[in-house]
């Protein structure tokens, strides 16, 4: 019989409170599993630390999260990949479980859900991040007629042929958001996973900024929408400008059945421009929604061809 090689990625970035744990467990859990830590340019020995624990250590000195994982999934070999954040966060004796149920139910991506049982809600202290998490879901599952409960969670499971697929441009903690409407829009298997969220211990800082990093996700949104669903992104924007046209075109038209005469000339000019931009917007979502259905399709034939 055949078993699976499994590789457990953990990208690391001044977590030498908590990376030995992590490793500690995983080898404890999942003892057949590779354990590979990737340092990001950490100053506190987290890479020591993960070396004496049995983890594979590498390093990565371009900055970001999504950087770290991008050179994991370009450098290493295996049939299932476990990603996990190094600040023990995240349950790893549901490990096994996680992985029976992504073999059994032959998926592509299984999420680590910490929301649906309410475990960050407790143990998550920073109230906007909750905020967060509920906005960005919503938006995702309204706009990509899905039903998942936890987009941002950075406890997550892939096949080969994702890990080997996957391509993006971002470089940071936009990375869960890319990862799930990456899947979304290419109907990729996705499944969740109940976990039990646990806050950072004491003396353990995030390296999130609520503001910052959250503004840089739904920006991301906007940005993939725009790529993946650009008849919508594009109709939307058609539609917007067609309406303030007809709008700024009311009086000049007013003016006209009344004096048989335009006034206000410019603004006539000005709502007929709007009318003919939107239409032209109109026009680019629909050449463009055509080229992403081709992409899709070039996709699924090289995803279904990959080993």
Known sequence: M??????????CYNEALTIGKVVKDFKTFLPEAEIFVYDNNSKDGTSDIAKEAGAI???ERRQGKANVVFKMFREIDADIYIMIDGDDTYPVDCVQEMVNQFIENNCDMLVGDRLSNNSYKKENKRAFHNFGNNLVRS?????????????????????RKFVKNYASTI?????????????????????????????????SESKLNTFTDGFKVIKLFFNLVRLYKPLLFFGAVAGVLFVIGLLFMIVPIKEYFEYKYVY????????????????????????LDNISIIDKKNFKVRYNSTK
């Open 2 to 11: 055949m078993y699976p090689k499994i590789a457990v990625l953990v990208p």
């Open 57 to 59: 250590v590498r390093h």
């Open 139 to 159: 938006l995702i599952n309204v706009f990509f007629g899905s039903e998942l409960k936890d987009i941002l969670s950075g406890y997550r499971i892939f096949s």
């Open 171 to 203: 470089k940071g903690f936009e990375l869960e958001t890319d990862l799930s409407i990456y899947s979304l829009h290419n109907g990729l298997s996705i499944e969740e996973y109940s976990i039990n969220y646990r806050d950072r211990p004491e003396g």
């Open 264 to 287: 206000k000339v410019p603004t006539l000019i000005f709502s007929i421009m709007l009318v003919i931009v939107s239409l032209l917007s109109f026009m680019t979502g629909l050449i």
